[in-house]
């Protein structure tokens, strides 16, 4: 039998962060290792995670989730589907980012950050601009997309395509 080499941190990471958010101390503590949240998050703070209920996911919340190509992911929820019900996907983006992630099955979401820690500050992660932000931003993602299912099909001219 072939050995398929060491197994991942995030193999183990992900699985070990939810059974302690899943357990009685309900939060975790972990250090922020990329810059793709910046100026927000810095590499090296810390960030207090707690377990979250899909359904209480707010646009403008920082999320941590597992990312198949990248393992876990802690990003800024632009939106999830389903706003009024159970979401299905969530749809996030990195602050320092230009482009949006891939959508993500909401069942891969491992809990909200509620709390940096940079030097001797503690701040919130998220502000009411953030939030506002994300607002706008998916309300432009959903223009856009009504626009091209509606105009798509037809030509420059008003006549349809085909």
Known sequence: MKDSGPIGMDEIRAPLLRDVLRGKAASAVMRVSSGSMAPRLAEGDRIKVEAVAPRSLRPGDVVVFESEAAGLVVHRLIWRDR????????????????????????????????????????????????????????????????????????????????
Not at 113 to 135: A, G, Y
């Open 83 to 162: 706003p009024l019900g159970r979401p299905t996907r969530i749809y996030t983006r990195g602050d320092a980012l230009d482009r949006m992630d891939r959508s993500v099955p909401v069942e891969r979401v491992v809990g909200r950050v509620v709390s940096v820690t940079r030097e001797e500050s503690r701040f919130n992660p998220t502000t009411r601009r953030d939030r506002l932000r994300c607002w706008m931003l998916a309300a432009g993602l959903g223009l856009r997309r009504w626009g091209r299912a509606l105009f798509g099909r037809y030509r420059g001219d008003g006549r349809e395509a085909g």
